[in-house]
């Protein structure tokens, strides 16, 4: 049974503690936090906030893979009032860099070294005035102007805050305090923060982990990073809630991950449909004992009827699930329910959660019978409370009713499930990740040598949809494809750099200037890149 009534997540940590006591709340290869360990490491890591002076509604950055530190600063993050702000650990230090500033965040904790690249290192040309602090998890600190430490040095600073005046800051935290701004990449081409409260995520995280029949005693292992939704309200908050045991996976590889399945008896494994087609094509599957997998719960991409199916049968789940939700909503808005037959969880995102509005709308906005195709509109206590700093936007996207535009195309059955169909906007999903062609573009165009870049998503059998740059390059200047490639992966995050890149004379516009994406992708799917200009 889920913990209830509580509608912070210092107050969920509280009660977890009470309630659960020694049970195991976050398990690694080197250590375990019981709840009880797991409430005293948020308050020591919040008084250690307090000591380097975060305020309520100050904005703290975490930049690091699935670790038990982050959810112990995430925690941490929550209960002084702050906001967190959660960066993706693909982002390169320009990325990372123009986050912490368009949010304002006043302290950033960040890996050392993480698949090579020494975060601090990759931060350092891009790091904005704002920021006064770094705080490294793992590795050194750069003690050179005083204003980095490590973690263990950080946690130092907790005894210079009382306890009372801890839990006088705690007090403060409201059901309508902000939560978290995640930053979410739009068709402008720069991210924006998404606003969301403690109340209205507890509130949807108690509900998803209901729906999902999350338990007491579940081992919930997250290979979804926690800077995502699914990783970090879908993962480490949902399983919390639940009385479960977070077990954080670091890099996705499917025979790793079915190790630690079979050695750690796992019970709940949600993620994208790649992960599971990358299980299930694993040789050797059929001789382990998967017989500890109760629940998947998977989106995000078209999926076969057959792959639920074979979830089934070849990985032992019980409850396979589909749901749809956007950053703007919380990360959840529909939910396949369990029972649901494989042609149902397959081609619909289930339906609206309790207390979730979903409309399919015409251009006018009004709603459109069953069965017709028109926008998809969300309305709710899960819609965001806005764009930080971006009225303008904000007003753009949610309407004078509420509902929220979500700019997918979609439409509803009978039974009022959801069926997403395409997507108004350029965005293509690069497996499991949004990814917009503005913001790709607006990355290549700091290139010295590009004049000119337009992006468009191209069918990938293993990825499901990679992006496809036209690039025109400046009259005199020179860039070969290999040098544009090399480039983009040191700039950009793995999953925007385009698998290829064509150099043409020109791109096709209209008569406005306006360049004309259709005539980029009737190309691209006839594979005559001539129609567009000649490569180089």
């Given at each position: ?140 600190a750069d003690a050179g ?53 403690h109340g209205q995520n ?59 399945v079979v050695r750690e ?272």
């Amino acid at each position: 049974m889920m913990l209830t009534h509580t509608s912070t997540t210092p107050a969920l940590i509280a009660h977890g503690a009470a309630r659960y006591g020694a049970r195991i709340a976050i398990e690694t290869e080197h250590d375990t936090v019981n709840y009880a360990q797991l409430d005293m490491a948020r308050i020591e890591a919040a008084r250690a906030l307090i000591d380097c002076g975060i305020a309520s509604g100050d904005r703290v950055a975490i930049w690091a893979p699935n670790i038990a530190a982050w959810i112990i600063a995430a925690l941490a993050v929550h209960s002084v009032g702050a906001a967190l702000v959660p960066i993706n650990t693909r982002m390169k230090g320009i990325e990372a860099g123009a986050i912490l500033e368009d949010s304002g965040a006043r302290l950033l904790f960040c890996c050392g070294t993480f698949l090579g690249d020494s975060y601090p290192a990759m931060l350092a040309a891009h790091r904005p005035a704002a920021l006064e602090r770094v705080v490294v998890f793992d590795g050194e600190a750069d003690a050179g102007d005083g204003r980095d430490e490590t973690w263990r040095a950080f946690l130092m600073r907790a005894s210079a805050t009382p306890i009372d005046v801890f839990h006088a800051r705690e007090a403060t935290v409201r059901p309508d305090s902000l939560m978290d701004i995640m930053f979410t990449s739009g068709t402008t081409g720069r991210p924006k923060g998404v606003m969301t409260t403690h109340g209205q995520n507890l509130r949807a995280i108690h509900d998803w982990a209901r729906i999902a029949n999350l338990q007491e005693g579940d081992r919930y292992l997250i290979v979804n990073p926690f800077f995502h939704a699914f990783g970090y309200k879908a993962g480490w908050l949902a399983a919390l809630a639940s009385g479960a045991t977070v077990l954080p996976h670091l890099v996705f590889n499917p025979v790793q991950v079915l190790e630690r399945v079979v050695r750690e008896r796992i019970s709940v494994l949600p993620g994208p449909p790649t992960l599971y087609h990358a299980l299930l094509n694993t040789p050797g599957l059929a001789e382990l004992d998967l017989s500890s997998l109760r629940v998947a719960v998977t989106g995000a991409a078209t999926i076969a009827p057959s792959l639920i199916e074979r979830m089934r049968r070849e990985l032992g789940f019980e409850t396979v699930l589909t749901g749809y939700g956007l950053t703007e909503s919380c990360g959840f808005a529909t939910l396949c329910r369990s029972g649901d037959d494989a042609q149902t969880v397959a081609q619909t995102s289930g339906r609206a959660m309790r207390d979730v509005e979903i409309r399919i709308a015409d251009s006018e906005g009004e709603a459109l019978p069953p069965g017709e195709i028109g926008e998809v509109l969300i309305r709710g206590y899960n819609v965001m409370q806005g764009y930080f700093r971006q009225t303008d936007s904000t007003q753009e996207t949610i309407d004078a009713e509420g509902w929220l535009h979500t700019g997918d195309l979609g439409s509803l059955d009978e039974n009022g499930y959801l069926r997403i169909t395409d997507r108004i906007k350029d965005m293509f999903i690069v497996g499991g990740f949004n990814c917009y062609p503005a913001e790709v573009e607006r990355l290549f165009n700091a290139h010295p040598a590009i004049a000119q870049v337009a992006v468009i998503g191209v069918p990938d059998e293993r990825l499901g949809e990679v992006g496809h740059p036209y690039i025109v390059l400046r009259s005199d200047a020179q860039a070969s494809v290999a040098e544009l490639s090399q480039w983009a992966r040191q700039n950009m995050a793995n999953y925007k750099v385009p698998r290829q890149i064509l150099v043409v004379e020109q791109l096709p516009v209209s008569a406005a200037g306006k360049v004309l994406k259709y005539r980029l992708r009737e190309s691209a799917a006839r594979a005559e890149p001539e129609e567009v200009g000649s490569t180089r």
